[in-house]
Structure formats: C-alpha cells, structure tokens
C-alpha cells in the first residue's frame, strides 16, 4: 500500500480536483501521510494561469526532491495538462498526468510498490498519449497526457480544508469553458463545458448539510453556464432554486460568475432570500472596450457597469469583487487610466490584480505591443492601492451594521479569547468572545482594524438557530 500527500495550487477548481483524488486514493486502500518527507508519492496539482504558477509548481519539485530523493513525485492538474514534457523532464518527476487522464491516477498510485523503481507497475492503465523524447533528460518520467476535449468526466468531491479551514466547505459542478478569451490557457488544459447532473449536485449538498455545514460554495471554471451542456438543458438560476427548495444547507455562495450571466432575474432571486450570501465575483479584466474587444470578452464595460447598478440597487450591501489583469498587450496609458476611473467610481468592494503573463498557445501571446515588466508592475501596484481603499471604505460602511458571521476554526497563532468568522458579504470579523466554529452569530460592527472589522454579538445567546 502506498502513502501519499497533496499538495495544491491555484484555484477553486483545482483545488476541488485534489480533494476528488484524495478520496479515490483513500477508497483504493493507499493511506495519507503526515507530510511530504515520509510520503512514497507526493501528488502535485498545478496551475497554468500564469508563468508565475508554473514556476511556483518547478520550485515546489526541487525542494522536495532536495530534501528526499526517494519520495516519488507525480505532477499532475493544468500545468501537466499544457507542458507535460517540460515537467517529465526535471528531475525528481517520476510521473506526469494531464488533466485528460486524471480520473486515472488512483489506480496508478494504488499499483505502485513502495520498493518499485519509477515505472508504472502492475496497473493495466490506457498508454501513455504523448512519448517524451530522448533529447529532453536521460530518463525522463513517464507521461500520461491527451486530448482534454475528449474527457467527460467532472471530478468531484467537496474541497474541507482551505479557508475556513474546513468550516466552509467548496463543491464544484462545473468544469471546462467554451469561450475563448485571448489571453486564456483554461480551456486549452481543462476542456469543454461540462456539468454536473443536478441530481448529483443536491445529493452532494444534502450530505454536507445533513453533515452540519451550514455554508456551502459552489465552484467551477466557468459557472454561469452550468446546465448548457445536459439533456435537458438546465439553467443555473433553476439548479439555485432546486437546492433551497429541496436541501436544508443554510446558506450558499457563489465562487465565481462571468457579468452577462448575472441577470436582472438572479440578483432578484439573491436578493429575495438570506439563504444566499450577497456576494458577487464578476470578472472584469479592463475596463476599456479596445482592449475588452481585444481580450475577446463578451461584454462591454457599460455592460458591466449596468450589472454593478442592479446589484447594488437591491443588494446596497453586497460585496462586488472583480478580477482586472493590468498589462495588456498594446493597453496604453488611456486604457489603463480607464480601467482606474471606472473601479474608481463604482462600488467595488475587492479585486484580485492579476500582472499579465503570456501564455502559450493564446492568441494574446502572439500580439504585437507586448508592454514591459516595469510597465506592468507600476500599473498593477496602481490598482492594487485602489483596491485596497475600496476595500477600507467598504469596511468603514459597516459599522453600526449588524451582520449574519459565521464563525471559522481559529489557527493555533490566533488569539484564543476571540473568534474569526465571515460576514454573509464577504467581510473578516473578529468577535471578541470564543465560540465553537461553524456556527451563526448576528454580531454588530463596532470599528475597523487593519483589514478586520470588529464586533459584538447583537444577542446575549450569541448563536444563531437554524
């Protein structure tokens, strides 16, 4: 029997497929270890958004065949997927799994010795897609790669660790994306559309409720278009409507969604219940319209701005976040300053800055205007300080509200007299009183402090029922 670990990077989704392979690793009888020291396979799950995710998977390889030399490494998720060569190749790599061949890895690991030489062993696993060829490394690690528009299937098991540390738990029902953003290697290494029957999906979210969770995040790669790709087509706003009405979870939110599937009808649906979080992550990437058109984005920056409107029209509370990539190629000064203004004057309550990075294969990375480093990262700092006085206004609003938090596991470096939690709009708040984790307090804002808000429970019982 085999011992393993996980370690994880990028995403929601990503971090969604680790837990999948988790599980089957656990149902093939193969035991998870302590840390990466004492593992016979640690399982990276890699990220390819940008060149800093691939450099971040390459040095978390050397480090750990640095410190053991025998822990065998099988390097798997979208960074695998887009250049599973350039991986076999380092040294330390004893296997590489695209997303294609995914599904495979739990009888891989279930077939390998702990003794066994860095070779598939004893598993009758479909072969190897890709060969990797001889002039790359004297001997290179086996590949399991192919093409990820053929694949099917949907890992999916409910993401307990991570933020929240295992209060809050994630579970994706999307994967894959049919758009084709010019910057974007996603669809390249995660394949089509594809969804989660809505059966499945209310199954698993009864089984977390029934478990006591009472916060449940759906996830996926590109969430909007849930249900497009089942028959019969199934609409987002309908599976949102079937798990209130048929499963007792106590409170949704929504990893992610794309701004034109943010209709009138769902912020009417938020805004009629306290079962979904108010909280709306809309990706942005530029507000100027050359470069929206450019990005080949769908949307137009007043197209947008009318959703920011409607939201906070019925939800004035809401969190609004935004992803904004800063560095273009060809954005210049103006399509910049356009992007500031118009974050500027909306009620954004976050951003998530991403520096552009090329990536292979995309159209972007063959455009002309490709802007310098010190360009990009004079812009990116500029939206960083604007996001971070959005977020503080934002903050300094609450005060004197009274807000629904739920409390998270405190970390062990926490203050053990006080309790963190999470406000139903995407707030960190700190209650200075020790309540059990995973529960519901309405808790009234008193001040801000550095990046938290600070509160008192609005009731002497401080607990919130169901």
């Known amino acids: 029997m085999s011992t ?53 998977a390459r040095d978390a390889i050397r480090k750990i065949h640095a410190a053991n030399p025998a822990t065998r490494i099988l390097v798997t998720g979208c960074y695998a997927q887009r250049a599973p060569e350039e991986i076999a190749a380092l040294p330390g790599v004893s296997f590489v799994v695209g997303n294609s061949h995914k599904p495979q890895i739990p009888r891989l690991l279930h077939s390998i010795s702990p003794l066994s030489e860095n070779r598939f062993v004893g598993a009758e696993l479909a072969p190897p897609a890709r060969s990797v060829h001889e002039n790359l490394s004297l001997n290179p690690a086996p590949i399991l790669s192919g093409d990820i528009f053929e694949l099917t299937e949907v890992l999916v098991a409910p993401v307990l660790g991570g933020e929240g540390n295992h209060t809050r738990p994630t579970l994706k029902i999307q994967d894959g994306c049919n758009s084709r953003c010019s910057f974007c290697v996603i669809p390249f290494v995660r394949g089509k559309s594809r969804s989660l029957p809505p059966q499945t999906v209310l199954s698993d979210i009864q089984r977390l409720a029934g478990s006591g969770f009472r916060e449940i995040v759906l996830s996926g790669i590109n969430l909007g278009t849930y249900g497009r790709d089942l028959t019969p087509r199934v609409e987002f706003l309908d599976l949102l409507r079937r ?201 009234t804002i008193t001040h801000v402090e550095d990046k938290h808000l600070l509160a008192q429970p609005a009731e002497s019982a401080a607990l919130v029922g169901d």
């Open 4 to 56: 393993f670990v996980i370690q994880q990077f990028g995403c929601r989704a990503t971090q969604a497929d680790g837990a999948a392979i988790e599980r089957q690793l656990r149902e093939q009888g193969c035991a998870l270890a302590s840390d990466s020291s004492t593992a016979d396979v640690v399982v990276l799950n890699t990220c390819t958004v940008t060149a800093a995710a691939d450099a971040q």
């Open 243 to 443: 798990i209130l009405d048929e499963t007792s979870v106590r409170r949704l939110r929504i990893s992610s969604i794309e701004p034109l599937d943010v209709t009138q009808d769902l912020i009417n649906f938020f805004a009629s219940t306290d079962r979904i979080a108010p909280h709306f992550h809309m990706p942005l990437q530029s507000a100027s319209n050359r470069i929206l058109a450019a990005m080949h984005r769908w949307y137009r920056a007043e197209h947008y701005a009318r959703r920011v409107e409607l939201i906070h029209e019925r939800l004035p509370n809401a969190a609004i976040g935004a992803d904004v990539i800063t560095g273009f190629p060809g954005e210049s000064d103006a399509d910049h300053a356009a992007t500031l203004d118009f974050i500027s004057s909306r009620p954004f309550t976050y951003l998530h800055v991403f520096a552009y990075s090329q990536r292979p294969g995309t159209k972007a990375a063959t455009l002309p205007g490709q802007l310098p480093g010190r360009i990009i990262k004079t812009r990116a700092r500029e939206l960083r300080f604007l996001a971070d006085s959005k977020s503080a206004t934002f903050r300094r609003a609450q005060i004197g509200r009274t807000l629904r938090v739920l409390t998270l596991r405190r970390d062990p470096s926490d203050d053990p007299d006080s309790t963190p939690t999470l406000s139903e709009n995407y707030l960190q708040v700190l209650l200075p009183v020790t309540l059990p984790a995973n529960q519901f307090v309405d808790a």
